[in-house]
Nanobody
């Protein structure tokens, strides 16, 4: 019912910033916990950040904590990931995910996924 579409990826130099957006269509978005995951070629998908449906709780992977901020605007049916001080290790396809429940850090917890947006960080 809800479809997710990521945008905002691109090519940036190390130390730069990006803001990823995930726009949701359909209903029930406001009650969903949202998360960002990423996957580099040949690597497993890994957790990046998650946010509860009320935005009260946020969670970050150690690799991005302090450099990234997840937020959401339920009125716009959109979740964001602000990424600063980007590193080449951040290069990956970033996926938006949603679940009808509390935020989790495992991709198995999420039932709805976007198509992904490529982030490439050059050194």
């Amino acid at each position: 019912q809800v479809q997710l579409v990521e945008s905002g990826g691109g090519l940036v130099q190390a130390g730069g910033s990006l803001r990823l957006s995930c726009a949701a269509s359909g209903r029930t978005f406001s009650s969903y916990a949202m998360a960002w995951f990423r996957q580099a070629p040949g690597q497993e998908r890994e957790f990046v950040a998650a946010i509860s449906w009320t935005s009260i709780s946020t969670y970050y992977a150690d690799s991005v904590k302090g450099r990234s901020t997840i937020s959401r605007d339920n009125a716009k049916n959109t979740v964001y990931l602000q990424m600063n001080s980007l590193k080449p290790e951040d290069t990956a396809v970033y996926y938006c995910a949603a679940r009808n429940g509390g935020p989790g850090t495992s991709d198995y917890d999420y039932s709805l996924w976007g198509q992904g947006t490529q982030v490439t960080v050059s050194s």
